[in-house]
């Protein structure tokens, strides 16, 4: 037996005006899990996309169990024994979970495909991997996380002896975690080998047996996990030494209150019900919870994005009424939204009217309505230089910037429109190490002048380093409200799972 | 990842092409047909080719505004129609013989053009209404209203003494719109296109308003999120845009001195066409009122080229399709990336 299942040596890749991969390496043992790290933009995803045969490599050997091969598309990279599960997974909604799985090779009898043996297998297939899946429910009516079933299964099904998962936790809640975990270990077992990327750590650590950590599209280096330390990967995906994660608190909030959250109540009955809570000047509120806790509907609430059925709002003593964002904004409000393309920056744009879209009407002189462009653009470009934006230029067009300088902009956007009451939903999703760690300076600096922050985050550690207090929320109730030095990930998972004894008969019957 | 100067230098010439591969073939044509008759090269040229282009430009920084949001008018042509047909209907000479109301009297011409454009501004608010607050898609919606125009404008026009006949006989106070030249040179329509187009800039580029188009055309649920009225701003983007299209209608009366309910047929077509060849993105977000006159102007000079050095009109039409296609397929090039 080689002592490697898959070898890849040397491997070049450069896109127009970019290396994207220098001289990369990556040795994978039979029978392990492989955690694949690094920086967004660090050149995993162009690794795996060479390995899988959707990019084509410039320079270098891939070899599986001492054989040398040559991927020229995702066939061959299939009929070698390399399967990947996307990120973005892309069922076709309206075919079967059988169809799903045996698309492309249909399991015919001369002409005619047999259905009865392909639902059999497929049966098969799921059982042995402890999917609760019917074979013949349609894909659309799948959630996340048994989609992402589908596609293990369907790896599996092409007797995979590579499997590359990409970010596979990014939308599952912990008990599917652990459940994908369990099933990760399952096929570890059974000699496969699992390349997993992921952008968080203490996950990684958890399922891993060795890391490869990535760099500009180079190659650092490879340990093995129990010989490693969380603190020293992070050095090596960012190349400096890095104190602290989290920037400390400088001061502790003040006793004056900015919000008052009074009953709030979704008109929907499946989203949040009776969340009342109250938010200091200069106070970091976090807020926990499973995805599907409904903080981010919570929070839309509070911005006016959605609508609420009972329940009131008071700023500074006053009452307030923010039905749509317009009124949210003019009552001191700011929404980061958590889906930063879908929601947040208008793409084609320049980083200067991403900057100014919220506070236009502010920037208009001796016509109402016009623009004083001087003043605006003197403004974007003050507040842009603050949050420490890097853009060639200020009318540079703001897809072409890195996440974290895209969120910094977000951040500036909602800066200028005079705003005290910051809500920030993931602030920093998708973000790289780096960039994280200039967006939690901000944020505390923001607090300290006396702003009121509201973070939801779905990163323990985050809500524990960053939060003056932490609201947990599980079903669209708040199960607790916990002062940071009293929290613990343990606490915080024990309220986030704290469902009603109905909520938990409701789940009990689907 | 780090970028070398000469690859950054590399990119930006391969980018620099494919924005600018179709006007820069688009010269080349017209440089090939001064090459085969330099006679094309002449004042009296230039002054028809801007004549011809006023009322075209006028209807293409009209779609514009749709277009930037992402959205479309296939009702700006009838809408055109509608706009003539209003216009000419209350504005023939008092003597003249077959009018279309005979008992109307010389009513200051302001009120007829007053008239047709509250009437297509109506079209734009209901088009706009549709898009915005029942969510149909802008192709679809101003689809079905362009054949409601179409036949709003039959019925109107089919009334009785009319009865459909080609309406003449138009007053000289509007005619004059056309007729008058400035230093008996240039044409009060041309005068006309010129104000509409830095009025479309102005708007476009130094207003709140025209930044929030933009914004919305771009990502309508990121303007959302920052306070902009989505639905206050696509509403007031369609009755812009039939303003416009009205005024253009009412401008063909002026120059053609007649209407009937055929006025407008396709005009949207050629307006949207000159918007892509100019760059306007047919996904919305991406476009300047200089491109919409580059691209319209260049659609002129190549028409009128054609028929200079005496091409088939049929070979004209196979040319225009060509360059449309192109353009559209250079803008999906440049969105995909």
Request: charged share 20%; glycine share 8%; hydrophobic share 45%.
């Amino acid at each position: 037996m080689q002592e490697y299942r898959l070898k890849m040596d040397n491997i070049t890749k450069t896109f127009p005006g970019v290396r994207a991969l220098d001289d990369v390496k990556l040795y994978i043992k039979p029978g392990s899990v492989h955690a694949l790290i690094g920086e967004n933009g660090a050149g995993k995803s162009t690794l795996m996309k060479c390995l899988f045969g959707i990019y084509k490599q410039e320079g270098g050997t891939i070899e599986i169990d001492g054989e040398p091969i040559r991927i020229s598309d995702t066939q061959s990279a299939l009929k070698s024994g390399i399967s990947m599960i996307h990120q973005e997974l892309n069922p076709i909604p309206n075919r079967t979970v059988a169809d799903n799985i045996w698309v492309g090779r249909y399991i015919k009898n001369k002409l005619i495909v047999n259905e009865k043996l392909m639902e059999k297998k497929t049966q098969e297939l799921l059982k042995e991997l402890d999917f609760d899946i019917s074979p013949k429910v349609m894909a659309r009516e799948l959630s996340v996380s048994q989609l992402q079933a589908m596609e293990i299964a369907k790896a599996v099904s092409y007797n995979a002896k590579i499997i590359i998962m990409d970010e596979p936790t990014s939308s599952l809640t912990i008990a599917e975690t652990k459940h994908l975990f369990r099933i990760i270990r399952q096929m570890r077992d059974e000699g496969r080998s699992i390349i997993y990327i992921s952008h968080k750590l203490e996950e990684m650590f958890e399922i891993a047996d060795e890391v490869t950590v990535m760099r500009d599209g180079k190659y650092i280096g490879t340990w093995e996990i129990s010989k490693i330390t969380i603190d020293h990967v992070i050095e090596q995906m960012v190349g400096r030494s890095m104190e602290e994660r989290f920037p400390k608190s400088e001061q502790a909030p003040l006793p004056e209150v900015m919000l008052k959250v009074e009953n709030i109540t979704s008109p929907n009955p499946r989203s949040f019900k009776d969340i009342s809570f109250d938010l200091h000047k200069g106070e970091i509120l976090g807020i926990g919870g499973l995805v599907g806790a409904q903080r981010t509907e919570m929070v839309e609430s509070l911005f006016g994005l959605r609508p609420i059925a009972s329940g009131v709002l008071y700023k500074e003593g006053k009452l307030v009424s923010n039905k749509t964002p317009l009124q949210a904004i003019e009552n001191g409000f700011a929404l980061l939204t958590e889906e930063r393309r879908a929601t947040g920056i208008v793409p084609m744009l320049s980083v200067n009217d991403n900057t100014l879209i919220a506070s236009y009407k502010k920037f208009t002189n001796w016509c109402p309505g016009v623009i004083n462009k001087r003043k605006s653009t003197k403004s974007a470009a003050a507040v842009c230089k603050s949050m420490n934006v890097k853009t060639p230029r200020m009318s540079a067009e703001i897809q072409n910037l890195s996440g974290g300088n895209q969120q910094k902009v977000l951040v500036g956007r909602w800066l200028l429109t005079d705003s005290n009451i910051l809500i920030l939903d993931e602030p920093t999703r998708g973000v790289d190490v780096g960039a994280k760690y200039e967006i939690y300076k901000i944020i505390r600096e923001l607090a300290r002048k006396g702003n009121s922050i509201i973070m939801v985050s779905s990163e323990m550690p985050e809500l524990l380093g960053m939060s003056d207090r932490i609201l947990v929320m599980c079903d669209g109730h708040i199960t607790g409200i916990l002062k940071s030095e009293e929290a613990s990930q343990v606490e915080i998972m024990r309220l986030a799972t704290r469902f009603t004894v109905e909520s938990t008969a409701m789940e009990a019957e689907k | 990842m780090k970028i070398r100067d000469e690859e950054i230098g590399k990119i930006e010439i391969k980018k620099f092409l494919i924005d600018k591969a179709l006007i820069l073939a688009l010269i080349a044509m017209i440089i090939v047909i001064i090459i085969i008759e330099p006679a094309f090269l002449q004042w009296r040229v230039a002054k028809d080719i801007m004549t011809q282009s006023s009322v075209k430009l006028i209807v293409a920084l009209g779609l514009l505004f749709p277009l930037l949001l992402g959205g479309t008018d296939l009702s700006g042509g009838r809408q055109v129609g509608l706009a003539a047909v209003i216009v000419a209907s209350m504005s023939q000479a008092a003597g003249y013989a077959s009018k279309f109301y005979p008992d109307l009297p010389n009513i200051p011409i302001i009120v007829p053009i007053i008239i047709a454009i509250v009437v297509v501004a109506g079209i734009g608010a209901v088009n706009g209404l549709m898009i915005a607050k029942l969510k149909m898609a802008p192709f679809i919606a101003t689809f079905g209203m362009s054949t409601i125009v179409y036949g709003i404008n039959c019925l109107y026009y089919a009334k009785k003494p009319n009865n459909a006949q080609p309406i003449g006989g138009i007053r000289e106070d509007l005619t004059i719109l056309s007729n008058y030249k400035i230093f008996g040179q240039i044409s009060l329509l041309v005068v006309i296109a010129a104000v509409v187009t830095v009025i479309s800039w102005f708007v476009l580029n130094k207003t709140v308003f025209g930044k929030h188009i933009y914004a919305v055309g771009g990502n309508e649920n990121a303007a959302r999120v920052s306070g902009v009225k989505v639905h206050t701003i696509i509403v007031a983007v369609f009755v812009i845009e039939s303003i416009l299209v009205g005024l253009a209608g009412i401008l063909e009366v002026a120059r053609t001195g007649g209407a009937n309910s055929a006025y407008g047929f396709s005009y949207e077509f050629d307006a949207i066409s000159a918007c892509v060849v100019g760059g306007v993105s047919l996904s919305g977000g991406v476009g300047k009122v200089s491109g919409v006159v580059l691209g319209v102007v260049i659609f002129t000079i190549i028409s009128y080229g054609l028929a200079f050095i005496g091409i088939n009109p049929n070979w004209q039409l196979i040319v225009k399709g060509i360059i449309i296609c192109t353009a559209v397929a250079l803008d999906m090039r440049k969105n995909s990336k």
